[in-house]
């Protein structure tokens, strides 16, 4: 009788990639900081702000988040997915931070805002920055099946839903056309629900 083959997922984390919590993203951005790696800085902190997916993140040129020689307090951004414009907004660190390295990097404004550092290849790959993403969370002791490229894209969105329970203004912020996808990339029911289980006493 033929062995039966084991699961493809067996022993793997599989779905949706968690988003950061605010204590991450500060352990993150410390560890940046203290690195002095001034374009790992401003990928982060950009990733974090724009809630854009990886291939619509490493394609950015600096026009795109310019406004004359200044970092625009906010961009407008072609979706590559859904061919739809999205808009985000830069805070004031994440504008220093691209600032910074715009100017050590010496880019012009036509010039890819993550160049590859691989010859004959325009910008950062996904690949490239899935794992760059993967080293920022382990260095921090979190578990990088745990966490991907998604979970930079969810984190902000994450943190507003919170605070805010506006699920319209995330599906605006995310870019997307219905409000049931927004609904399950947060996973909010049954986060909310498993918060209001915790609240209510038996």
């Excluded at 790696?37 to 291939?55: E, M, Q, T, V, Y």
């Excluded at 599906?171 to 986060?191: D, F, N, P």
Aim: glycine share 6%; proline share 3%.
């Amino acid at each position: 009788m033929p062995s039966r083959r084991a699961p493809w997922n067996k022993g793997k984390l599989v779905g949706q990639k968690a988003p950061l919590r605010l204590s991450d993203i500060w352990s993150i951005r410390v560890r940046l900081q203290l690195s002095g790696s001034p374009r790992d800085l401003a990928l982060f902190n950009l990733a974090i702000d724009s809630k854009l997916r990886g291939c619509d993140l490493v394609s950015l040129r600096l026009r795109d988040v310019c406004h004359g020689s200044a970092i625009a307090k906010r961009a407008n951004v072609l979706q590559r997915k859904t061919s739809r414009p999205v808009q985000f907004e830069l805070t004031d660190m994440t504008r220093a931070s691209i600032a910074e390295w715009a100017r050590q990097a010496q880019l012009t404004s036509g010039c890819h805002l993550f160049p590859s550092r691989s010859r004959g290849a325009g910008h950062l790959s996904t690949r490239q920055y899935a794992r760059i993403v993967a080293g920022w969370v382990t260095a921090i002791g979190l578990d990088r099946h745990a966490y991907g490229t998604h979970s930079m894209r969810r984190t902000k969105a994450s943190l507003i839903y919170r605070r805010t329970k506006n699920l319209r203004a995330v599906q605006i912020l995310l870019g997307h056309t219905k409000l049931e996808s927004t609904v399950r990339y947060l996973g909010i029911e049954v986060e909310d629900a498993l918060e209001m289980a915790e609240q209510t006493e038996a």
